[in-house]
């Protein structure tokens, strides 16, 4: 089937503003993560749902920064008063619920002027 | 808790076996050792994982040693396109333990 897509892949905004990252995980898949990754650097882990609750979202930096899981499917990580230091690659992943093999999405390349 | 600890850079040459080492001397009893690798502008791919015995997948092969406090990823035939970055990561087996990544180390396969 298909893997884990994201959207969109790349976002261009200007400091200060809003940004919505998308993450459609694999069907199935109730456990979903999102990870940061800047330039040089492995991913670092942000957040984790397992179903619609944020199970753990101890690795977000900061109150502007937020994700949700509605329907337990997709989520989306929402990004207030962006600025210059946010700019990185958004990755998100998915599993099943007893296991840890986490399938990786390309990410969204996230650039704040 | 303490990440992993690996090399930096690696060669290796077409068609030869790639070696790459990972030390990981606070793993506890429950963590096991993960592999991840990750090609330019692309996701992490999950490759392998292992608690206390040897494993083997069409991917590579995993070396744990007797006091689990090192592995080494072993790619029996290295291609062109194996040229990454390798993560050696320990966690849980459940879900929900998110993988901690340290810096990896970047294979570079040459012809």
């Known amino acids: 089937g298909a893997g884990v897509s994201q959207t969109p892949s790349n976002k261009v905004t200007e400091k200060g503003k809003y940004v919505e990252l998308r993450c459609d995980p694999i069907s199935g898949h109730t456990a979903l993560y999102w990870y940061r990754q800047s330039l040089g650097q492995g991913p670092e882990f942000l957040i984790y749902f397992q179903g619609t609750g944020a199970a753990d979202d101890s690795g977000l930096p900061n109150d502007r920064f937020f994700a949700v899981r509605p329907e337990g499917s997709v989520s989306t990580l929402k990004i207030q008063r962006t600025e210059r230091g946010d700019s990185a690659v958004y990755l998100c992943?998915?599993?099943?619920?007893?296991?840890?093999?986490?399938?990786f999405g390309p990410g969204t390349r996230l650039t704040v002027l | 808790d303490a990440k992993t600890t690996q090399p930096t850079s690696m060669d290796c040459a077409e068609g030869r076996a790639a070696n790459l080492p990972c030390n990981h001397s606070?793993?506890?009893?429950?963590?096991?050792v993960y592999w991840y690798r990750q090609i330019h502008s692309q996701g992490p791919q999950y490759i392998i994982h292992g608690l206390k015995n040897n494993e083997t997948n069409e991917m590579a092969s995993l070396i744990i040693t007797e006091d689990r406090k090192s592995s080494t990823l072993i790619l029996p035939h290295a291609t062109l396109r194996d040229t990454a970055v390798y993560y050696c990561?320990?966690?849980?087996?459940?879900?929900?333990?998110?993988?901690?990544f340290g810096g990896g180390t970047r294979l570079m396969v040459k012809p």
């Open positions: 992943a998915s599993s099943f619920p007893n296991d840890n093999e986490q399938f």
């Open positions: 606070t793993i506890s009893g429950n963590e096991y």
């Open positions: 990561i320990k966690s849980s087996h459940n879900a929900g333990n998110m993988l901690t």
